[in-house]
């Protein structure tokens, strides 16, 4: 099976770095990007009933930020048992409880070192198996 893999980002260093890291590791993945969390829900509802297997999202974007984005998808059935991971340069414990307590499963903060986001997906993946 070819995972899919959305990211939710609206720097497009940030979302350059994912893709290499994320291809790197799993070379047959299907990589899909949005740049705020509104695009992100568009492109969720075209793909139905197709849907990613995992998402990560950054909380800081405009129009719709990351927060709001998670509160979102988790309202819907088909999308809330979607596995949701933030990555942010917010550090703060506040944000990371909202984050977790809004369903992420993880937040790492931002900028991610190669070896963090590495080691996220192996332990993503696997639960794919």
Do not use: C, W
Not at 27 to 37: A, I, Q, R, W
Not at 47 to 65: A, Q, Y
Request: negative net charge; aromatic residues 8%; charged residues 30%.
């Amino acid at each position: 099976m070819k995972p899919i893999i959305l990211l939710v980002e609206d720097d497009e260093d940030d979302i350059l770095f994912f893709k290499d890291v994320l291809l790197e590791m799993i070379p047959k993945s299907e990589f899909l990007y949005s740049h705020n969390g509104l695009d992100a829900i568009k492109k969720l509802n075209l793909m139905k009933p197709v849907k990613p297997n995992f998402i990560f999202v950054d909380l800081n974007m405009p129009i719709m930020n990351g927060f709001e984005f998670l509160k979102e998808i988790k309202k819907v059935s088909s999308f809330k048992d979607i596995p949701t991971y933030v990555l942010s340069t917010s550090n703060d414990s506040q944000a990371k409880e909202q984050s977790l307590n809004a369903g992420a499963e993880e937040f790492l903060t931002k900028p991610v070192k190669p070896e963090d986001l590495k080691t996220l997906i192996s332990r993503v993946t696997k639960i794919l198996q």
